[in-house]
């Protein structure tokens, strides 16, 4: 005898990857450039875990364009364009800053095992990725942030500090401040 008993039972669903957060794929990339596609949407940046150790919080949206093209020789290329925000933590008072993000990028597509397109020692001419059947759109977007992001920010000069002017005792205090006390040893509360 079977007994069914679903009390207790637990069901994990993996969050369905859909409307911002889905998972943009390319189906024939070299299709798609010679078509002159073009695609746009949004990625969190919490879905973008090779992110996460250069920023300092993963709150956030960026959108993205996506374009299909030729170059002058004909050959497939994709353009991208990056604009949104990332968390960044400011390297003089550590107080978290929004970096905005505004990057463009042209990437000419070479068949995996290709031999590297003829100028790629040009410093000139467009980078190239290997692009198989499919291309992973939110890794694309991924790379262009990672190589966009400095490895370093500060606010502007004279800018440091506003953050600590905003709360003070029972004031009102962003989580921003709240944050960036814990980090820095001056403003730690030894209570
Ligand atoms: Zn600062």
Redesign the pocket.
Known sequence: MIIFDSRGRKYYHAPLMSGPDAVQRLEDPFAFARAGGSRSGRIAIAAMPRLQDRIAGSEGVVSFQLRGGLDQRQRPLLELEVAGAAQMR??????Q?DFPLKLASRVLLAEPGAAQPEDADDPEAPEWIEAGQELDVLELVEDEILLGLPYSV??GDG???DWRSEGGRGAKVSPFSTLASLLDPEQTNKG
Do not use: Y
Not at 90 to 95: M, T, Y
């Open positions: 400011c390297d003089r008072c550590l107080a800053m500060r606010h800018k440091c500090g």
